[in-house]
Structure formats: C-alpha cells, structure tokens
C-alpha cells in the first residue's frame, strides 16, 4: 500500500510514532520514509506539538494524607480477607467434585481486584471533586486559544535537511514559522518568505525575524493557491514592496492541505 495516496493512514503513524507506540523496525520504517517525504515529516511534528500542549494541560497534583491512609487501610483490610480465607479453606473440607467453584484463587484474585478498583475510585473520585471545576474553565480556554492548521510545510534545503516548520491558522490569518535547523543567518542578512503562485511571480509573505518561532499575517487566499512555499536570502529588512526575490533560495516546500 502506498501510505501517501492515504492522508487518515499517515495521521496514524504519525500519532503512534509521536506517542512512542510505533516501535522496532515500523518506527524505523517510518523515520526512512519521513527523511524523503516532506508529508510524513509535517505530519510527524504537528502530533510532537500537539502531544506537547495536551501535557501543558494537567498540571501535577500530590494526593492528600487522607488519600494514603484511605489506601493503607484498603490493602491492611484486603491481608485480613486473605488470612481468613486461607483459614477457611484450611478447616473446611473441599466441596464433592471440586471445579471452579473450589478454586481459592478464583476469589482472592475477585477481591483484589475490587480492591484495586477501589483504590482507583477514591484517588480518581476525590481528585475530580477538588479540581472539577477549576480543570474545565482552563481547559475551555485553552481549547478556545488553540491554533487551527489548515496548511503546513516543511522547508528544507537541497539535501533536503528541514529547516523550518510552516503552518497556517485561518482564523487568524497567521502563519507560523518554526525553525528546526541549524541554519542562523548573519546580523546583515535577513531570511524573506515567498508564496509561489503557479504562473505568477512569487509574492512576499513577509520577513522573518531572528526568533525561533516567528508570526507572519498572510491573506487566506494567497495561502490557498499557492502550492509551495520558498526562503530566499535577503539584505537585511527585505527586498522593497512590490519588488521580487534578488538573493538564492536557501528551503522550499510543498504547502499541504491537512485533512479535515
């Protein structure tokens, strides 16, 4: 199967391979393929950055003393109920026919388990009920506040390197610029980012900062027709508006739609 006429099949490596379940050699699969394929990459980074921000959710929360001795008593209570039936079993004779029913083993396992179910309970009941609704109103706006990606690329160089991250929210109108190379370019020297519409000149998107992450304003509308996205080298500040690109083309890639 070719993975790359399949955009729900490339999300799903991409999720596992971020969260650690691909494994052996489909993980090492997926990195072979991704080093040639700038899907697979854009794909790959934008579950990093999504698995990131979840972790930024839930902040850690030490359980109580009560949480503790509510699990010691449980497991003090649960040696009790093993010792007596031990005990049982030891006086009682074993039912005619045995079968599962005589099986000891069978009703420790049952009582552990509930135990454990719960332990489970309380820890997870008494946590909810202090933070409930805290969680919910820093949840809703952090979900409110989170960026929507229409289009990404990944541009790299000729050796095809990456070098930066590009994604598009259009509720915002904003692109947004991760570097995830090496390359710095020097204090007189600036990096200008091109949109390059099929059958007409390219048209500046705009200068890009020193920072490792940079926020550009691009109209939707030249994001959507265009189909590749360039960095030139340029004087510092930019070439003049209105003017084209005057310095070599140092990353360029494809601009993807994500799937909705």
Same mark, same amino acid.
């Given at each position: 199967?070719?993975?790359?006429?399949?955009?729900?099949? *490339?999300?799903?490596?991409?999720?596992?391979? @971020?969260?650690?379940?691909? +494994?052996?050699? @489909?993980?090492?699969?997926?990195?072979?393929?991704?080093?040639?394929?700038?899907?697979?990459?854009?794909?790959?980074?934008?579950?990093?950055?999504?698995?990131?921000?979840?972790?930024?959710? !839930?902040?850690? *929360?030490?359980?109580?003393?009560? *949480?503790?001795?509510?699990?010691?008593?449980? /497991?003090?209570?649960?040696?009790?109920?093993? @010792?007596?039936?031990? =005990?049982?079993? !030891? =006086?009682?004779?074993?039912?005619?026919?045995?079968?599962?029913?005589?099986?000891?083993?069978?009703?420790?396992?049952?009582?552990?388990?509930?135990?454990?179910?719960?332990?489970?309970? /309380? /820890?997870?009941?008494?946590?909810?009920?202090?933070?409930?609704?805290?969680?919910?109103?820093?949840?809703?706006? +952090?979900?409110?506040?989170?960026?929507?990606?229409?289009?990404? =690329? *990944?541009?790299?160089?000729?050796?095809?390197?990456?070098?930066?991250?590009?994604?598009?929210?259009?509720?915002?109108?904003?692109?947004?610029?991760?570097?995830?190379?090496?390359?710095?370019? !020097?204090?007189?020297?600036?990096?200008?980012?091109?949109?390059?519409?099929?059958?007409?000149?390219?048209?500046?998107? $705009? /200068?890009?900062?020193?920072?490792?992450?940079?926020?550009?304003?691009?109209? $939707?509308?030249?994001? !959507?027709?265009?189909?590749?996205?360039?960095?030139?080298?340029?004087?510092? $500040?930019?070439?003049?508006?209105?003017? $084209?690109?005057?310095?070599?083309?140092?990353?360029?890639?494809?601009?993807?739609?994500?799937?909705?």
């Amino acid at each position: 199967m070719n993975i790359h006429n399949n955009p729900s099949l *490339v999300d799903q490596l991409a999720a596992s391979y @971020a969260l650690g379940t691909l +494994r052996g050699g @489909a993980r090492r699969r997926f990195e072979t393929l991704a080093r040639d394929h700038a899907t697979l990459r854009a794909a790959a980074l934008i579950w990093q950055s999504r698995l990131a921000s979840v972790a930024e959710l !839930q902040p850690e *929360v030490a359980p109580s003393p009560a *949480v503790w001795t509510r699990i010691e008593n449980l /497991v003090h209570a649960e040696k009790q109920t093993q @010792a007596m039936q031990a =005990a049982r079993s !030891q =006086a009682a004779p074993a039912p005619v026919g045995g079968g599962w029913w005589a099986s000891l083993g069978l009703w420790r396992g049952a009582t552990a388990a509930g135990a454990l179910a719960t332990v489970v309970a /309380v /820890v997870t009941g008494l946590n909810f009920t202090n933070q409930l609704n805290g969680q919910v109103q820093e949840l809703s706006a +952090r979900l409110s506040s989170t960026p929507v990606i229409e289009y990404v =690329a *990944v541009l790299a160089d000729d050796k095809a390197n990456a070098s930066i991250l590009v994604t598009f929210d259009p509720n915002t109108q904003k692109l947004m610029l991760k570097r995830v190379g090496d390359f710095r370019e !020097q204090p007189d020297k600036s990096l200008e980012l091109w949109a390059l519409p099929p059958g007409a000149a390219p048209k500046s998107l $705009g /200068v890009l900062p020193g920072d490792a992450v940079a926020r550009l304003t691009a109209a $939707g509308g030249d994001i !959507q027709q265009s189909p590749a996205l360039a960095i030139t080298l340029e004087p510092k $500040g930019g070439v003049p508006p209105g003017s $084209g690109p005057t310095g070599p083309i140092l990353f360029k890639g494809a601009l993807i739609k994500t799937p909705e």
